[in-house]
């Protein structure tokens, strides 16, 4: 039986030790582009799309083939596809024409799909008509492109199988049509024979395939320019890799829902139809069968829709009260790092994480916040280490303490909000992110990295200092700045620093790398300690120090006092120092005599590697669901640097202890958060879960399940 998302959730508060608190709110609206047959459809969503039209395309309901790649030339002329009989012309379609006020009809397809007694109606009508066909669907796909091409250039195409490959077809059809590709149809036999010369004769920057090599050889494949093959297990799985491939952005206006076509090919009508009207919104469109296929569940919770539009009927129906669910927004509240794991993979799609822990305590370990989601964290209360951010299509926002420091390594699809103070943030993403400091908001030290590319910061509180070696910087200001430094210069408008150091670049001391390491064994708060960098002669001297905060380098010439640091040992290498975790090792070498910096260096931040015996593993968990002959187990993700293991258990397993060393062959990888069990082997028995450090194979995390009954 499949429990809905909301039933689902408040499910979550029993199931789980975690105390989640949960509110429910719908996200995204539906509408339906339903009529009482496809021709119905197909007017409803002309009505839906087109206030009035000069064009429209005509195409045979039961003749699909000849129509596959009439998408992109439709959204080329701004004209919705209608559908017909094939000798004559539908009075309900007919209608639709006069009441857009239709000047021009494109009849796709040769005589016998559209017969002449059509045109003669569209001209007592007093509409113009052209027909667009080939002696074959595979001639009328190269018309198309022809055509396309000739009205506005192209420089991609789209290649199909055009047999076996119509749900590939229409699955592409929307997103072809955005970026004006041609869709080539492929012969079983001849492939792209009848296209070739069109395609040599084209400065083609990229070829897509849709589809496996059973339905698009690798001969074709090797043929084309710059390709990129896009293909799954099924039509669906497919599908999900075009929505993955085309649409990239988080928020999107529209999901258009239709059937896939396994149960009646003519059902991807709907999908042909609606597949200009989708472009037209820069929205994908998503074939389902009786429900989501799983593919398509992952990439949908990546996104945020406003709109989930089905259009047909008699099918899609669950799939679609699935798409609203997953687009459900929920609050989770949570208090512990564990419990923000428990929700970051309970989440969905719009869901928000408000993570505050209770009062008077803080957050005093390292976390992650890792997610592919659509989702938005919230921060409040007081955060004392480091926070790793990688949540490419969600958002991140802190209305607390942040005394660690935060790591940015992925949030191109969203935002990251400062509304409370941060000590230290590290910008490390490549696919580009917007931070905005709110008024109010407060930031220490801001770095960008070299590695980091198309980083737009908005200030309107207070930052102390911008580090930025990065090529790719905008700053809009209209709060405070006071030091502006790093190799690179950004763009900046609006107030300007009260201090730029770009320009003393070159004057930056660099050269000692300190190291910090476990001792062995280990102990709380000592570590061992390697700066193997020697003084540039007798008159120098290297010495360090621990520091709470991530340090800034210090430039050439800088005047220190030593009385602040200590000298490095130069007979005891590498030395033992007690130190705190989250702390970091700061090394300079000075002129004895003139007290000047001439390098300098630090560390990462320091881990002692020391876990008490006794302490009890826990934080992982596990979500089953029975599907017919199988269970989907669904697990905590791993953290950065460790991976996590199952196995079937008869008995009711012992927690064990954080530090435990375990047999990896007892047990079982789980490579992503979902692992898909045969029923009979787990049934009245339990499955547990450890997650193990990579490097060491000792126990980090620990979990079981509830004896498994269906």
């Not at 005589?111 to 002696?135: A, P, V, W, Y």
């Not at 881990?607 to 596990?622: C, H, I, R, V, W």
């Not at 692992?675 to 499955?687: C, H, L, S, T």
């Amino acid at each position: 039986m499949k429990i809905s998302k909301r039933i689902m959730s408040l499910l979550t508060a029993t199931f789980f030790i975690f105390a989640l608190s949960i509110n429910i709110a719908d996200a995204s609206s539906k509408e339906s582009l339903v009529g009482s047959g496809r021709w119905e459809t197909a007017i409803k969503i002309s009505q839906n799309g087109w206030k009035d039209a000069t064009n429209a395309i005509l195409v045979n309901d039961n003749s699909i083939a000849d129509a596959l790649s009439a998408t992109p030339f439709a959204k080329l002329k701004d004209a919705p596809i209608l559908l017909t009989q094939s000798d004559k012309l539908d009075s309900r379609t007919k209608a639709e024409l006069k009441r857009l006020g239709v000047k021009n009809v494109y009849l796709i397809g040769g005589m016998n799909t559209l017969s002449t007694n059509i045109e003669k109606q569209l001209k007592s009508e007093n509409m113009t008509f052209e027909r667009i066909s080939g002696n074959s669907r595979y001639e009328t796909s190269l018309k198309l492109a022809e055509r396309l091409d000739k009205e506005k250039s192209i420089s991609d195409i789209v290649v199909v199988n055009g047999e076996k490959g119509l749900a590939d077809a229409v699955s592409v059809g929307s997103a072809a049509a955005q970026e004006n590709m041609p869709i080539i149809l492929s012969d079983p036999n001849n492939g792209i024979k009848v296209a070739n010369s069109f395609i040599s004769s084209k400065n083609i920057k990229k070829s897509y395939i849709i589809g496996g090599t059973y339905s698009v050889s690798s001969s074709i494949e090797q043929s084309l320019p710059n390709v990129k093959r896009l293909s799954g297990n099924n039509r669906n799985e497919t599908n999900a890799k075009v929505l993955e491939e085309f649409y990239k952005n988080t928020d999107l206006k529209n999901a258009y829902i239709t059937k896939d076509g396994m149960k009646k090919q003519g059902d991807l009508i709907d999908s042909l139809a609606v597949g200009v009207l989708a472009a037209k919104n820069s929205s994908p469109v998503v074939l389902v069968g009786n429900s989501l296929d799983s593919s398509q569940y992952d990439v949908l919770n990546t996104k945020s829709f406003d709109n989930i539009v089905q259009v047909g009927g008699n099918g899609n129906e669950d799939a679609v009260k699935d798409i609203l669910d997953l687009q459900e927004e929920t609050i989770y509240r949570v208090k512990t790092a564990d419990e923000l794991d428990v929700a970051l993979r309970k989440a969905d799609a719009n869901d928000i994480i408000t993570f505050k822990p209770d009062d008077n305590k803080k957050i005093t370990s390292s976390f992650s916040i890792e997610t592919k989601k659509a989702i938005t964290v919230e921060l409040e209360g007081l955060y004392t280490q480091t926070i790793t951010v990688n949540m490419p299509n969600g958002e991140l926002t802190n209305k607390g303490t942040l005394d660690g420091t935060v790591k940015i390594m992925d949030i191109k699809n969203g935002t990251f909000i400062n509304e409370g103070d941060i000590n230290d943030i590290d910008i490390y993403d490549p696919n580009g992110c917007k931070i905005e400091n709110k008024s109010g908001g407060d930031i220490w030290v801001l770095t960008i990295s070299s590695s980091a590319k198309d980083v737009n910061i908005e200030n309107k509180g207070d930052i102390s200092k911008v580090t930025n070696n990065s090529t790719s910087v905008i700053i809009r200001n209209s709060g405070n700045i006071d030091t502006l430094s790093g190799i690179n210069a950004p763009a900046i408008s609006g107030n300007k620093p009260r201090v730029d150091d770009t320009d003393k670049d070159e004057k930056r001391a660099s050269g000692i790398y300190p190291t910090s390491e476990p001792l062995s064994p280990a102990r709380a708060g000592y570590i061992s300690v390697k700066i193997f960098t020697k003084p540039e002669d007798t008159n120098y001297k290297i010495y360090y120090r621990v520091v709470s905060s991530r340090p800034s380098a210090l430039y050439i010439g800088d005047r220190i006092d030593t009385s602040d640091w200590t000298a490095v040992p130069s007979s005891v290498l590498p030395f033992t120092i007690k130190a705190e975790n989250g702390y970091y090792i700061e090394a300079v070498e000075i002129n004895s005599d003139t007290k000047k910096v001439s390098r300098w260096g630090k560390s990462d931040y320091i881990d002692d590697g020391f876990y008490l015996k006794s302490e009890t593993a826990k934080g992982l968990s596990a979500d089953i669901d029975f599907d017919g002959d199988y269970v989907k187990l669904t697990a905590t993700g791993a953290d950065s640097g460790c991976t996590v293991y199952y196995r079937i258990v008869s008995k009711k397993p012992v927690s064990m202890n954080v530090g435990d060393k375990v047999t990896i062959s007892d047990w079982d990888e789980i490579t992503t958060n979902r692992v898909r069990i045969e029923a009979n082997d787990v049934k009245d028995k339990y499955i547990e879960l450890v997650e193990l450090d990579d490097s060491t194979n000792k126990v980090t995390r620990w979990g079981a399940s509830d004896k498994v009954v269906e």
